[in-house]
């Protein structure tokens, strides 16, 4: 439960963040696609760099959050 201590409201936060941000990059993936499908411009390759970055920042802050909730279920 969210509600029952420090912990699991912080574990539900981070967590509901984490896949805010995944539903959010694969919004930008669908929109990129649907673009895509008409055909390459110079500004869909810039589009398509963005979103690789983006994801590589998500696989990070990814990383961070779980690292972070194992340690403070360990510790």
Known sequence: DITR???SSIYYTLL???HG???LGLLFNLWLL???ATGLT???VH???AIALYWHVVNVITVVVTVTLVSAAIG
Do not use: E, F, I, M
Request: charged share 20%.
């Open 42 to 44: 110079r500004y869909r």
């Open 47 to 49: 589009a398509t760099q």
């Open 5 to 7: 201590n420090a912990y």
């Open 16 to 18: 509901g963040a984490d």
């Open 34 to 36: 649907a673009k895509l």
């Open 21 to 23: 941000h995944v539903a």
